[in-house]
């Protein structure tokens, strides 16, 4: 199977893509404290999914932030290693898990050895990445028959009060396309997914799954959770706060008793290697 011809994004794109990439380093503690986990049924579906027990596996997570995906496969008694670039998200990963492995570094070149993973994990990471370098990395990095698992919580825009305020956030900042999602709307289509990359996985050895989930969080848990996102940290303090003002009066009105219920569709990608 032949690449997917991708047109190289304009120099301000890219230039924009990576301050919001860096962005999380300066709101790490927010993104620790406020950010949504995972369910267990995205495990139970990533093992179904790759035809083994994450038990005994051997996980590289890339991008593990502040160690939120990193927690929950150790749980479920993986041996992990962790790879973050980011300094303040780094920082915060200590601070939560001090005896994790934790190496330095990106997904676009792994500083581990060949031929070494069971599993390599993306928690709402790979579209921070460039696939031409990621994917080959990732194929390098696993053993054959191993596994690299994509996943992204996404909003639920079925949900009203979801979509309305997705609709606020566009209004906000002038822009039809804006939402707090880094690299726009999350996607499960290969093509978009692995554009660029040398090799695409062939379909056959990609598996999707869509799962649904909530939590019920204090309501300023929820505007923690708005504000730690990459495209409020880089319009500034004063921009978030006018948003976060108006939407907390919106959402008194949805949940007068404070209490907010996130509803999140966990994208699910898993390509198996060779």
Not at 9 to 27: G, I, K, T, Y
Not at 49 to 57: E, F, I, M, N
Not at 225 to 238: D, Q, T
């Amino acid at each position: 199977m032949t690449s997917p011809t991708a047109r190289p994004l304009p120099a301000s794109l890219v230039s924009a893509h990576a301050e919001r990439a860096r962005s999380f380093n300066s709101a790490a503690a927010v993104y620790a404290a406020a950010r949504p986990s995972y369910p267990p049924a995205l495990f139970d579906a990533v093992e179904e999914l790759t035809g083994r027990p994450l038990t005994g596996a051997r996980v590289v997570d890339v991008g593990a932030g502040t160690g939120i995906s990193t927690t929950r496969l150790r749980a479920r008694g993986a041996r992990v290693v962790a790879v973050e670039p980011g300094d303040g998200m780094a920082a915060e990963f200590r601070r939560a898990l001090p005896d994790a492995a934790l190496v330095r570094g990106d997904g676009n070149r792994l500083p581990l050895a060949s031929a070494t993973a069971d599993l390599i994990t993306y928690a709402q990471s790979w579209h921070w990445t460039d696939p031409a370098h990621a994917h080959p990395e990732a194929m390098r990095v696993l053993r054959p028959g191993g596994a690299l698992a994509l996943w992204w919580n996404t909003d639920a825009q079925d949900v009203p009060w979801i979509a309305e305020q997705a609709d606020r956030v566009r209004r906000h900042f002038g822009d039809d396309r804006a939402n707090k999602s880094g690299g726009g709307t999350r996607t499960l289509d290969a093509d978009k997914l692995f554009a660029g990359a040398p090799f695409p996985p062939a379909p056959e050895r990609i598996a999707r799954r869509v799962i649904r989930w909530s939590r019920r969080v204090p309501l300023d848990t929820h505007l923690a959770n708005i504000a730690s996102h990459s495209l409020f940290i880089v319009h500034g303090e004063e921009s978030t706060r006018a948003f976060l003002t108006q939407e907390r009066s919106h959402l008194q009105e949805v949940f007068p008793d404070g209490l907010v219920e996130e509803v999140y569709d966990v994208l699910l990608l898993v390509v198996t290697a060779r």
